[in-house]
């Protein structure tokens, strides 16, 4: 090869490399003017936030769906009970059926006539013969009840087939609210990854701090009120809303935990149903569904005990403590606390029992 082909060569050579460094520098350049800056602490803040409100209402709609999947749930296990009865009965009418047969085989080998002309008895002959000509209509009508539970069975077991179908399509679309409420509080866990370590550990500090305050509010063991907040006022003992707000504040401090209704973690429904049943009213893990457990009301006719509902459609639930306060368990990340009753958008006020 000549002296300039060689130099040609490495020309190209050095060209081709100065433009692929250049293009990777290019590439490096607009990907870190691309690349989402570190949030400040009250951006973080404030985003977590709102993923973390975002998974609430995964949440909450997952747990809507409960009362579906439970009756579904009975229907299929009702279904499976009167199968398994009547698979009993169509076995005993097959083993009846069985017994006919094998009778009637003993005496079908040969003719009626000539069992008629060889019989030694022809008395005792046609009175067996009048037998078998009964035992032969109750073969027929055992294969007519045969046939009758046999169809039935048929129809049980697709009824079966129908709910079980029915009860799957509920259980996976509750599934994927789990899955939505996971890939919320996965993204508000990403915003926090993305602050310095001194940053997120002042954040754990002040949650911390939250629950501990929360915490030293609970009332006393005999329900007497911990709380200086002149906010919150003492309420009749003997009613059923002052033991379910006893319950609810003796939970002050717990964490939030999706799902959760006792004894030491809550979600916002789960802390309602489990004040409420301490006062012997059974509500259902659902904020949506609480709504319409009890009776509507107005603002003008609260009372410590009720429910206030929040956001449309409903995908959060409190307590009212009283004096424009409410006890709740507010979302993931967060402890049960005392909040101002008008920090989020009211949609419904209802008084249980």
């Known amino acids: 090869m000549s002296i300039g082909r060689i130099n040609r060569t490495k020309g190209i050579a050095l060209a081709a490399i ?9 590439i490096l350049i607009q990907g870190a003017a691309n690349a ?48 398994a009865k009547q698979q009993a009965q169509v076995d005993a009418v097959k083993r009846q059926i069985g017994s006919l047969a094998v009778a009637g085989y003993q005496t079908s080998g ?12 022809p008395d005792q002959f046609l009175s067996q013969a009048s037998t078998a000509q009964a035992f032969a209509g109750q073969q027929n009508a055992a294969l007519r009840r045969y046939q009758l539970a046999q169809g039935k069975l048929t129809d ?24 939505q409420l996971n890939s ?18 002042r954040i754990e500090q002040e949650n911390a701090r939250a629950a501990e305050n929360a915490r030293k509010q609970r009332p006393t063991r005999s329900g007497d009120r911990t709380s200086t907040d002149t906010n919150i006022p003492n309420i009749p003992a003997s009613g059923r809303g002052a033991i379910a707000i006893n319950a ?18 809550y979600d916002c429904s789960g802390l309602t149903m489990y004040a409420w049943g301490k006062a012997g009213v059974s509500l259902s893990h659902s904020a ?36 424009g306060r409410i006890v709740h368990a507010p979302r993931p990340g967060k ?9 989020m958008p009211i949609a419904a006020m209802v008084r249980p029992g």
Do not use: C
């Not at 100065?18 to 290019?26: E, F, K, L």
């Open 335 to 343: 402890s049960v606390e005392i909040a101002p009753m008008n920090e």
């Open 248 to 265: 609810a504040l003796s939970q002050l401090g717990d964490p939030y935990v999706w799902g959760a209704a006792g004894p030491s973690s």
């Open 110 to 121: 040969i003719s009626t006539t000539a069992q008629l002309l060889l019989s030694t008895n």
């Open 156 to 179: 049980l077991q697709a009824s079966e087939q129908t709910e079980l179908g029915a009860l799957q399509a509920v259980q996976a679309k509750q599934t994927g609210f789990v899955n």
């Open 36 to 83: 989402d800056p570190a949030p400040t602490m009250s951006e973080a803040k404030k985003q977590v936030a709102d993923l973390q409100h975002q998974a609430e209402v995964a949440g909450e709609s997952a747990n809507a769906l409960r009362g579906q999947i439970s009756a579904a749930q009975a229907r299929v296990n009702a279904l499976k009970s009167g199968i």
């Open 288 to 323: 949506a569904a609480q709504s319409g457990e009890g009776r509507p009301i107005s603002r003008s006719e609260l009372q410590p005990g009720d429910l206030v509902f929040y956001y449309t459609p409903i995908s959060h639930v409190a307590l009212y403590l009283g004096n």
């Open 184 to 201: 919320n509080l996965d993204k508000a866990q990403g915003v926090l990854d993305k602050l310095s370590a001194a940053d997120r550990k």
């Open 18 to 26: 100065t433009s692929t460094a250049v293009a990777a520098g290019v």
